[in-house]
Each structure stands twice: as structure tokens, then as C-alpha cells.
């Protein structure tokens, strides 16, 4: 019990040394107007590099990730259908398909899965 005392109280201090000497190693350096300027070959820039960024191609990404995660969760079930009680499985497949369907409607309605309008 001693030794993982020991062990622990070593590992938090070297773990404190590391985190003093990183952050005096990194300061922060001044930062200027030259240096947060976006750099293009040399020239002051055009136009800004703050392009605005379109919230319907953000909504569209998550919508994709979101049925994309849901994907992963449809595929094994068939061989998780094999190891389970079948009215079970049917029951949970259920409803699992049928709150997709349901958030699929939503955004349909919503009107976030139209591009262009």
C-alpha cells in the first residue's frame, strides 16, 4: 500500500514539474498586426479571410453524421438478432426505426435537407 503511495505522489509531481516547465518554455508571444494578418505570397490580402460560413451546410453535415452514426448501430444487428429473444429484437428494432423515421420527417418539414432555396 505504501509503494502505490509512493508511486502515485512520484507520478503527480512529475506530472506538476512537466506542466510548470511547459508553461514557462511556451510563453505566449506578442502578437502584432503583421503577425495575425492571413499571409497570401507576400501581398496584403484582397478580401478578407473571414469567409461567413453557411449554418445550412453545417445543419446538413451534422444531419449526415447523425444518420451515419446510425448506420453503425443498424449494421450488426443482424448478428445481434441471432443471440437475443426475437420479439425482443423485433420490439427494439421497432422503435429504434421508427424514431428515425420520425427525426427524418422532422427535418423534412423543417426544411433542412433542401440546399437551395
Known amino acids: 500500500m505504501l509503494s502505490m503511495l509512493f508511486i502515485f505522489m512520484a507520478a503527480s509531481t512529475l506530472s506538476w514539474i512537466l506542466l510548470m516547465i511547459t508553461q514557462s518554455v511556451s510563453s505566449t508571444p506578442q502578437h502584432s498586426r503583421e503577425k495575425s494578418s492571413p499571409f497570401e505570397c507576400g501581398f496584403d490580402p484582397m478580401n ?3 469567409v461567413p460560413f453557411s449554418l445550412r451546410f453545417f445543419l446538413l453535415a451534422v ?27 423485433i420490439m427494439t428494432i421497432n422503435i429504434f426505426l421508427i424514431i428515425l423515421t420520425l427525426g427524418l420527417l422532422h427535418e423534412w418539414n423543417e426544411g433542412s435537407l433542401e440546399w437551395s432555396k
Open 48 to 50: 478578407s479571410a473571414r
Open 63 to 89: 444531419l449526415f453524421l447523425i444518420f451515419d452514426i446510425e448506420i453503425a448501430i443498424i449494421i450488426p444487428m443482424p448478428f445481434i438478432s441471432m443471440c437475443s429473444d426475437i420479439t425482443q429484437f
